[in-house]
């Protein structure tokens, strides 16, 4: 597979530094020292792959790469009714107008959110870095006044002999990467495994990296190979495509984030999110708080439960949750994301997508727990004995009161059992109290309940 790109004109093109590609394609994974030998490159070659790497994080996002201001204008190609227009550093990014895959509107970038209808760059493939400058000097282009010579230098020879033809190395209908499953990768358990984890899922403000190539395989090589803006991540790009290719491959069979660790992690988010994640809420009252309404002291405006409730059904006024079970997770997020939430740059990546399973797929029906009307669970208390005293009790105590910063379990229980619920089913924000919804069955967690409320109420 990988020969073939080698044999295609629009690679082996004229120009000084197209060998670099070349060769680069031919190595294999692993090269014997006798092949070392043959295809040592010249100096210029070697520089020459740098400057394509650095091209390569110019494209993602050069206000990153060359830490500048962002311009306060949109780009003026950037269409008025693209989603990005309210956003102008991100109108001026190459990838946003031209795509992860270089084809533009002939891409993924086809349709959906990130449609602009400008084309791609992949036809100025093997054309001399003087004409690609050129064009980016065009005023309605307007990057001559941003990019130094090296800047422009680099872009130009990333264009010019850097763009992978992602056709020919990602099937566009699975987006998976053509080459064969990879059982271990040498590659991703020594370079990858410091930053992003052994499985991929160490990074708090990205997806887990194996949903990350496989929901947009394009990004994920084009990152590979260059590196990623303003940061330490290698560029594999010394190394051949099919390297990285193979590494891609070993990528995109990472596992996702774990639903029932997001469901439990996103119950005590939905709780009390700067609890759980050890921050502080804003000072000032939540906008979209109805005003009127009144809390307790040592609570805030910013927990979600003070306006969708510990019931999920809405509280002081504000409308419940329970409309969004089963709602794809990236729905929920931009629910999460919206102006009347006001949390984007409040939470990380992984603290949206915790809260969204949790809202799509780990609320329960407190009625079928709870009599509304009586406040009693709808278990019997003798049958959890067991439970509380090997579950419970070595740290709530055999009453119930071993906790001194909480009041008597059985009060809780019996004067907020929705709240006392929704804790047993998810643990209690920054403490080690786990969530049980996964391991008890719902009798077992009715009978837990019901037991509570038999326990003294006072102290
Ligand atoms: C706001 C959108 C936008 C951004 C951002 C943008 N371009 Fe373009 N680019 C265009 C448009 C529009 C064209 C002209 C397409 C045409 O001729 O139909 C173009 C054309 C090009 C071409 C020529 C393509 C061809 O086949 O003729 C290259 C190369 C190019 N851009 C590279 C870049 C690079 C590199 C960057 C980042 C430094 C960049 N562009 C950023 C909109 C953009
Ligand atoms: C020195 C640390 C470091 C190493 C080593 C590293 N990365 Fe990264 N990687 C990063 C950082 C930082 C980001 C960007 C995180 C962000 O946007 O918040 C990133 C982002 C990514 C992304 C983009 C994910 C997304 O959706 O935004 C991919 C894909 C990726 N890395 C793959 C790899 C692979 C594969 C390797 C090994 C070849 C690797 N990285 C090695 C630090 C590293
Ligand atoms: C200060 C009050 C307030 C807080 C705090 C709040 N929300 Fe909301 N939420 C609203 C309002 C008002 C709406 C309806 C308007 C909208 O869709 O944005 C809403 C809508 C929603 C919806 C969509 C419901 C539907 O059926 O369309 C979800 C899901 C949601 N919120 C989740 C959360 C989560 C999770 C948190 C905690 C991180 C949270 N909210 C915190 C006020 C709040
Ligand atoms: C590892 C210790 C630990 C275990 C085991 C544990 N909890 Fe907790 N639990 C805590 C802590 C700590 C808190 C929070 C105390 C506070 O509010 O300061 C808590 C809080 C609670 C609350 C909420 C009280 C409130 O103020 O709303 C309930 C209800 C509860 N636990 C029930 C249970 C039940 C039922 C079990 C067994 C199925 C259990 N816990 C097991 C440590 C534990």
């Known amino acids: 597979m990988i020969k073939a790109l080698t044999n295609t004109g629009s690679i082996k093109s004229t120009l000084v530094g197209t060998a670099v590609v070349v060769t680069a394609l031919t190595l294999s994974i692993m090269p014997s020292h006798a092949q070392e030998k043959e295809q040592i490159r010249s100096q210029e070659d070697q520089k020459m792959v740098a400057s394509v790497a650095a091209g390569g994080r110019l494209y993602d996002n050069w206000i990153r790469e060359l830490a500048v201001k962002p311009p306060k204008k949109p780009h003026p190609l950037y269409p008025d009714e693209g989603r990005l ?230 509280a002081h006024g504000v409308r419940g949750i329970r409309n969004m079970i089963g709602s794809h997770p990236a729905t929920i997020i931009k629910v999460l994301k919206d102006d009347v939430h006001n949390l984007d740059h409040k939470l990380n990546y992984a603290d949206f997508y915790d809260l969204a399973v949790f809202v799509s797929r780990g609320q329960v029906d407190m009625n079928e727990y709870i009599d509304a009307r009586t406040r009693e669970a709808r278990g019997n208390p003798d049958r959890s004995t067991q439970y509380y005293l090997t579950l419970c009790a070595t740290c709530h105590g055999e009453e119930g009161r071993a906790i001194r910063t909480m009041p008597a379990i059985g009060r809780v229980a019996t004067d907020k059992p929705w709240q006392a619920l929704h804790k047993i089913l998810h643990g209690h924000p920054g403490d080690e109290m786990p969530a049980w919804q996964a391991t008890m069955t719902p009798a077992n967690i009715k009978d837990v309940l019901a037991k509570l409320q038999t326990l003294p109420k006072r102290k």
């Open 85 to 314: 227009a309210d956003q102008p550093l991100e109108t001026w990014r190459c990838v946003t107008c031209h795509g992860w895959d270089y084809l533009g509107d002939k891409g993924n970038f086809a349709k959906g959110d990130n449609f602009t209808g400008i084309k791609g760059i992949a036809g100025m493939i093997g054309t001399a870095p003087n004409k690609i400058k050129a064009k980016l000097k065009e005023p309605q282009h307007a990057y001559l006044d941003v990019f130094d010579d090296q800047a422009m230098e680099d872009i130009a020879n990333f264009v010019s002999i850097g763009l992978v033809p992602m056709d020919r190395v990602i099937d566009r209908t699975t987006g998976r990467a053509m080459a064969k499953a990879q059982p271990s990768s040498p590659y991703y358990s020594t370079i990858c495994v410091n930053c992003h984890g052994g499985d991929g899922r160490m990074m708090e403000t990205i997806p887990p990296l194996g949903d990350a190539a496989r929901n947009d395989p394009w990004q994920a090589l084009h990152k590979m190979l260059n590196g990623h803006p303003g940061d330490d991540m290698p560029a594999l790009r010394a190394f051949d495509v099919n390297t990285t290719l193979t590494t891609l491959a070993y990528v995109q069979a990472l596992p996702s984030r774990d639903t029932l660790y997001s469901i439990a992690r996103g119950g005590k988010l939905y709780d009390d999110w700067a609890a759980e994640i050890d921050t502080n809420y804003p000072k000032d009252k939540h906008k979209a708080f109805p005003k009127g309404k009144e809390i307790e002291a040592n609570s805030s405006t910013w927990r979600c439960i003070e306006c969708h409730g510990w019931d999920y059904k809405g």
